[in-house]
């Protein structure tokens, strides 16, 4: 099983605590680091989410140990972040 990892994805912001907040609260038995922006790790797969410094956006950059996971897991982030 090989690495996959999805092209960084940006999302246009307007409330990225919010989303922050509800990322952090629906993955909470991960190990979670805010170092630079929220860093949710998991055995198989992770995800940073974290503010640009220079446009309204925040970016999303998620690997897993699958392809089939990487693509669940990038969905089921991004359904949060656009939720």
Known sequence: EGHFMIAERKFQ?????????KLKKRYQDAR???FDGLTIEYPD???NFRP???EPV?????????EKLMREK???VEGIING
């Open 13 to 21: 912001m307007k409330d990225i605590t919010k989303v922050l907040t």
């Open 32 to 34: 979670v680091n805010e």
């Open 45 to 47: 797969w992770r995800c």
């Open 52 to 54: 640009s410094n220079t």
């Open 58 to 66: 925040a970016k999303l950059n998620l690997e897993a140990k699958g």
């Open 74 to 76: 990038s969905r089921e």
